[in-house]
């Protein structure tokens, strides 16, 4: 009911826009020669001596527009500022944004370090690594404040391993785009078809697709890092750093699909203010 509401108020919207674009306007009547058409007053003559020339009237709607302007707030030139569920760095996600420069590989390494190393990371992973400890997962770490020590430090290097190589040493060599460019538009099923589908897909710099190469190669070679070197000596083998592989990549999987629909929901729950009149 509330989806039936929402098309028939922006069917009519559209339908009173269109007819206030189409409405014919009444021709001004031509002013007195002299007389400033917009203010009615005299303008000096040019001719006259002493006398300088008014200033002509520039029209707004030869100014340029400012493109600072019509970018979503949320966004900042090539990056975001945008946090899922307002507090998770969502900063590689790009709303309506079709033509936009490639990044350069410093602002690549520079924008996955503000995410990786942005304070709420810290908490994210402390949560699982209390989680971690709970269920008793890879169990060589032990238990106590030593055993919690290892689970986080094993878990907050994970995800920046992980996100350097995926988002920017392998962008940066491959020259692709780590950004995720949101649909913004169609069916529930269609845009979660594209999210899923960035997995295996994603821009170059010069805005082609191209197999996703930073994304399911930077996983397994931060997953291969990750086993083999930090975690326990136990779980040291191929079948565990493939198990490990899936994980970063499903999950990766999923938080596309929730980059994708985290902007309708921020809409609704925080709608933009209505903008004032002069």
Same mark, same amino acid.
């Given at each position: 009911?509330?989806?039936?509401?929402?098309?028939?108020?922006?069917?009519?919207?559209?339908?009173?826009?269109?007819?206030?674009?189409?409405?014919?306007?009444?021709?001004?009547?031509?002013?007195p020669a002299?007389?400033?058409?917009?203010?009615?007053?005299?303008?000096?003559?040019?001719?006259?001596?002493?006398?300088?020339?008014?200033?002509?009237?520039?029209?707004?709607?030869?100014?340029?527009?400012?493109?600072?302007?019509?970018?979503?707030?949320?966004?900042?030139?090539?990056t975001?500022?945008?946090?899922?569920f307002?507090?998770?760095p969502?900063f590689?996600?790009?709303?309506?944004?079709?033509?936009?420069?490639?990044?350069?590989?410093?602002?690549?390494?520079?924008?996955?370090?503000?995410?990786?190393?942005?304070?709420?990371?810290?908490?994210?992973?402390?949560?699982?690594?209390?989680?971690?400890?709970?269920?008793?997962?890879?169990?060589?770490?032990?238990?106590?404040?030593?055993?919690?020590?290892?689970?986080?430090?094993?878990?907050?290097?994970?995800?920046?391993?992980?996100?350097?190589?995926?988002?920017?040493?392998?962008?940066?060599?491959?020259?692709?785009?780590?950004?995720?460019?949101?649909?913004g538009?169609?069916?529930?099923?269609?845009?979660?078809?594209?999210?899923?589908?960035?997995?295996?897909?994603?821009?170059?710099?010069?805005?082609? &697709?191209?197999? @996703?190469?930073?994304? !399911?190669? $930077?996983?397994a +070679?931060?997953?291969?890092?990750? %086993? #083999?070197?930090?975690?326990?000596?136990?779980?040291? &083998?191929?079948? @565990?750093?493939?198990? !490990?592989w $899936?994980?970063? +990549?499903?999950?990766?999987?999923? %938080? #596309?699909?929730?980059?994708?629909?985290?902007?309708?929901?921020?809409?609704?729950?925080?709608?933009?203010?209505?903008?004032?009149?002069?």
């Amino acid at each position: 009911m509330k989806r039936a509401l929402l098309a028939v108020t922006f069917v009519g919207i559209c339908c009173w826009n269109s007819v206030a674009q189409q409405a014919p306007v009444p021709p001004r009547p031509d002013p007195p020669a002299g007389v400033d058409p917009a203010s009615g007053t005299l303008v000096p003559d040019a001719s006259s001596p002493g006398i300088t020339p008014a200033t002509q009237p520039v029209d707004p709607g030869t100014q340029p527009q400012n493109s600072a302007q019509n970018q979503n707030p949320q966004q900042t030139r090539g990056t975001s500022k945008d946090r899922l569920f307002f507090a998770l760095p969502n900063f590689l996600t790009l709303e309506n944004a079709k033509n936009v420069p490639p990044l350069t590989a410093a602002e690549k390494f520079k924008v996955t370090a503000r995410g990786s190393f942005d304070p709420i990371e810290y908490v994210w992973y402390g949560a699982l690594a209390g989680v971690s400890q709970l269920e008793n997962s890879e169990g060589g770490y032990g238990q106590g404040a030593a055993g919690y020590g290892k689970r986080y430090g094993a878990y907050f290097a994970d995800g920046t391993i992980e996100n350097f190589w995926t988002s920017a040493i392998l962008p940066s060599l491959l020259r692709q785009d780590p950004r995720y460019f949101q649909m913004g538009k169609g069916g529930f099923w269609k845009r979660t078809g594209y999210a899923m589908s960035r997995i295996v897909v994603t821009r170059t710099d010069s805005g082609h &697709n191209q197999f @996703n190469y930073s994304e !399911v190669f $930077g996983s397994a +070679v931060a997953s291969g890092i990750s %086993t #083999y070197t930090y975690h326990p000596r136990g779980d040291r &083998n191929l079948p @565990n750093a493939m198990s !490990v592989w $899936g994980t970063q +990549v499903g999950w990766d999987t999923c %938080t #596309y699909v929730v980059r994708e629909f985290w902007p309708d929901i921020r809409r609704k729950l925080h709608p933009p203010k209505p903008k004032q009149g002069p």
